[in-house]
């Protein structure tokens, strides 16, 4: 059973049904035995929902850092919206990074002028030198030439490149769908490569909701997750943090590769459509994951539970007097609650009457003004 579950499921049964049985009970009045209404306690099957503590996440995230030093010059989105991939984001001195690659460029075409002038050069000086006119070290230097030229040419393309890739790197784009966030950087801020982060983008729809299991549980989920879902399954649900149920139903994206030794838990990552944008990564909820015993349990009536120092009591009548009996209680189902253990089917519980009672108080079945009730 959830320990969050659990806490759950008895500050809801102490809060609003029975915050007077949490006390010591009155004794017995002087007049005789204490009038109750009882319920014969009976065993159903019972379909309920598990509920583990979780985290919005977002699938894609992605933080936008400058990859040139530069200022600040274009900003081109609107704060907290929706940004499409490649649309332009930021500008960074864009005019400049223009004019460098400009520049790189001729240089490039001098480079590459300067090699084809050697080597016309070099092509005269060999034909010359076939016919004896020219000595073999005027033959070494306009061969040395060329290469020289060569080398200009791959050096003045390098920096060509160099300088288109800072020329692309001073416009930042989104580099996928998502919503991007407050910008961190104003008009005319000095950024500086690698280092200013710039803003945040991340994916939303669809989202991940993040939530750890036992290990004792690995096998059951195991098994959720290879289990056709049909649309509209409501297999696993979020409960947002205004109570809400979340209406739409995720199912299990993935498991995390290890089981944490600290504490022998294993993260499970859902993911969850989010057309609306409903969800926010960042947010806490309540991942609900619906349970159908496979063995009949006791439902009971929350109010006929009462709780001490952390432990669940439920009155049972034998022989006109109240026993109290320790119970497993589980999760609530509609106005009832499980419980697991600490119930035999056919046994006669209090249901009304509970917060007069102690254990071996002698009761009797309804009142002057109630007609007796012994289901």
């Known amino acids: 059973m959830n320990k969050n579950l659990l806490a759950l499921s008895s500050m809801a049964i102490c809060s609003s049904i029975w915050v007077s049985s949490c006390t010591s009970p009155a004794p017995n009045p002087p007049g005789g035995a204490v009038p109750v209404n009882l319920q014969e306690v009976k065993f159903e099957q019972a379909a309920y929902f598990d509920q583990y503590a979780g985290n919005l996440v977002a699938l894609n995230e992605v933080e936008l850092r400058s990859e040139v030093n530069g200022f600040i010059t274009g900003i081109f989105f609107q704060e907290g919206q929706p940004v499409r991939k490649g649309q332009k984001l930021y500008e960074i001195e864009h005019s400049k990074f ?69 020329l692309e790197h001073a416009i930042i784009i989104a580099p996928f769908d998502g919503t991007i966030g407050l910008s961190l950087v104003k008009m005319g801020t000095f950024v500086s490569a690698g280092q200013t982060h710039l803003n945040t983008i991340s994916s939303d729809d669809p989202i991940a909701a993040d939530f750890a299991i036992s290990q004792k549980e690995i096998s059951r989920f195991m098994q959720l997750k290879q289990q056709k879902i049909s649309k509209g399954d409501s297999l696993f649900t979020l409960v947002l943090p205004d109570e809400t149920i979340y209406p739409y139903p995720g199912q299990i994206e993935i498991f995390d590769r290890a089981v944490d030794p600290q504490t022998g838990t294993l993260k499970i990552r859902l993911k969850f459509p989010n057309t609306k944008h409903e969800l926010k990564a960042g947010m806490g909820v309540n991942v609900r994951v619906i349970n159908k015993n496979a063995k009949a349990v006791a439902l009971v009536p929350f109010k006929a539970v009462t709780e001490q120092m952390g432990e669940f009591f439920i009155y049972v009548v034998e022989k006109d007097t109240a026993r109290q009996h320790k119970v497993k209680i589980g999760p609530p189902v509609g106005d009832k609650v499980i419980v697991f253990t600490g119930l035999n089917p056919g046994e006669k519980i209090v249901v009304e009457g509970v917060q007069k009672l102690r254990d071996g108080t002698a009761v009797q079945v309804g009142s002057p003004n109630t007609a007796p009730s012994g289901k």
Not at 125 to 145: F, I, P
């Open 98 to 166: 223009a004019a460098a690659y400009s520049q790189a460029d001729a240089n490039v075409q001098i480079a590459k002028a300067n090699l084809e002038k050697a080597t016309k050069d070099s092509e005269r000086y060999n034909q010359l030198g076939q016919q004896g006119m020219a000595t073999k070290q005027r033959l070494d230097y306009v061969q040395t030439d060329v290469e020289n030229a060569k080398m200009q040419v791959i050096s003045a393309e390098a920096e060509r490149t160099r300088a288109n890739t800072d």
